[in-house]
């Protein structure tokens, strides 16, 4: 029985495994957090 992420996005075997998780959870923080210095840098210009 497959587990329910592999129905999300990511349709590949082993989506739901914790590397993986792992991996991608840190490149979505990590833009985010580029994001957010990004708009601090020209919003204020410091």
């Known amino acids: 029985m497959p ?3 592999d129905r999300g996005i ?4 082993g989506a739901d495994s ?3 998780v792992i991996v991608s959870s ?7 957090g580029l994001l957010i210095w990004w ?4 919003a204020y210009s410091f």
């Open 26 to 32: 840190l490149l979505i923080l990590g833009s985010i």
């Open 39 to 42: 708009a601090l840098q020209t």
């Open 10 to 13: 990511m349709k590949f075997k």
């Open 18 to 20: 914790p590397t993986v």
């Open 3 to 5: 587990s329910d992420l």
